[in-house]
Each structure stands twice: as structure tokens, then as C-alpha cells.
């Protein structure tokens, strides 16, 4: 079946405490991106990779890291989270994203407080 | 910078009637892509507009990209209860920009309730 999956679902942790939010997808995609939704704001774009080693900073970039060492995976870094950074995520994949039938496919979210 | 304004933020329809959410950008747009996110859930991809003037449509639903790519709506016909959600708009840049390719602008969202 063609997913991305994200892990944690849920996370609670504290200031300061380095985490990882992993991504994966299972369908040769070159495009994935990280998007963070808070209420009224909609979705925001943090990282996003076309292809292998190839990473570009989105709207909200400030306190993540992204890195894309393989094509399947693409894990969103934390190294000193603070509290403004609750919210939930979004990692989505594409096989690209323009030749005009590029389908996103979202994963389920990853849900984190950050105390 | 870009922005991709969304609206109305918020619709409540009786089932059966229409429902049009409205999307502006403020640059020309590659392409213009729709989704609709359920309460709880994630985004789902429902469509991707290319081309000037373009029009689709699924079902009950109607898409359509503004002939200069700067705006984009969605028209529901007859509203069920399935309806419900939020609709979001994201635009790509266009290729005319030169950076900045990957990257999408999405707007807030319409969020849709339909009651019987």
C-alpha cells in the first residue's frame, strides 16, 4: 500500500530536549516536504528536498533541520525545541511536484507539545 | 514575499446548497492545488490545476484556475454531510520566478460545515 508514515504520533517533551520526527515513504518519491499546521494559519512549509541531498528552507524554517540521506526517508530535526514550536506536522511526498500531475500524498501528523 | 489569501475562513451551509471557497495570489502561480482536510485528519489531494483557464471537475465538485494563474476557486454543487471539512489552496511558484521551485504557498482554508 502507498503510505508516508510518520513517527511519534504523539510527542510531549520539554524545552531544550533534542528530538526527531521520522518520515517515510514507500513510493520512490523525489519530492518530500515538512509543514507545520497551527489553528488560523493553515499549513506552513518548513524544509523541503527535491531529490537526494538536495534541501531548501520553506516559510518557517528557524529552529528545524532536515536531512535526506536516502530517497524513502526524511527526518525533521528538533535540536533545542521550544515551546512555540507545538504543533502538529505534516510530512508529504510527491513524485514531483512540476509537471502538473503530481498527486501529494500527506502522512497521518505528528502531534507535539513541547513543555 | 508570496502569499496565498484564502476565502471565506469559515461557511455553514444546509446540505443542498452550494459552496464556493476563493483563492488569490499575489504573483502568477506554475500550478494551484487543492486539498481537503476531514476533522482529525490529514490532507488529501483532490486536484492540481496547470493551466490558464483551466477547468475540472469531480462529481459535484468544480476547479478553476484564473486566466493570468493569480486565482483559483472551488465550487461545490448540492452539499452532503460528507462534505464537511477544511479546503486549502496551495500554489506553486511560477517558473518564471527561478528559485524557489518546491516550494508551496498554502492558504488558510475554508472550513466547511454542512448540516442537515
Known amino acids: 500500500e502507498a503510505q508516508v508514515t510518520q513517527n511519534p504520533r504523539y510527542l510531549i517533551t520539554v524545552t531544550g530536549k533534542k528530538l526527531t520526527v521520522t518520515c517515510s515513504q514507500n513510493?520512490?518519491?523525489?519530492?518530500m516536504s515538512w509543514y507545520r499546521q497551527d489553528p488560523g494559519l493553515g499549513l506552513r512549509q518548513i524544509y523541503y528536498s527535491m531529490n537526494v541531498e538536495v534541501t531548501d528552507k520553506g516559510d518557517v524554517p528557524e529552529g528545524y533541520k532536515v536531512s535526506r540521506k536516502e530517497k524513502r526517508n526524511f527526518p525533521l530535526i528538533l535540536e533545542s525545541p521550544s515551546p512555540n514550536q507545538t504543533s502538529l506536522y505534516f510530512c508529504a511526498s510527491s513524485l514531483s511536484l512540476t509537471w502538473g500531475t503530481d498527486t501529494q500524498y500527506f502522512g497521518p501528523g505528528t502531534r507535539l507539545t513541547v513543555l | 514575499g508570496q502569499q496565498v489569501m484564502q476565502i471565506p475562513q469559515y461557511q455553514h451551509v444546509q446540505e443542498g446548497e452550494d459552496f464556493t471557497t476563493y483563492c488569490n495570489s499575489s504573483t502568477t502561480l506554475s500550478n494551484i492545488q487543492w486539498y481537503k482536510q476531514r476533522p482529525g485528519g490529514h490532507p488529501v489531494f483532490l486536484i492540481q490545476l496547470v493551466k490558464s483557464g483551466e477547468v475540472k471537475k469531480q462529481k459535484r465538485l468544480t476547479f478553476q484556475f484564473g486566466e493570468a494563474k493569480k486565482n483559483s476557486s472551488l465550487h461545490i454543487t448540492a452539499t452532503q454531510t460528507t462534505d464537511v471539512g477544511t479546503y486549502f489552496c496551495?500554489?506553486?511558484?511560477?517558473?518564471?520566478?527561478?528559485?524557489?521551485?518546491?516550494?508551496?504557498?498554502f492558504g488558510r482554508g475554508t472550513q466547511l460545515t454542512v448540516w442537515p
Open positions: 513510493m520512490n518519491h523525489e519530492y
Open positions: 496551495a500554489g506553486v511558484d511560477s517558473w518564471d520566478r527561478g528559485s524557489t521551485l518546491g516550494r508551496l504557498y
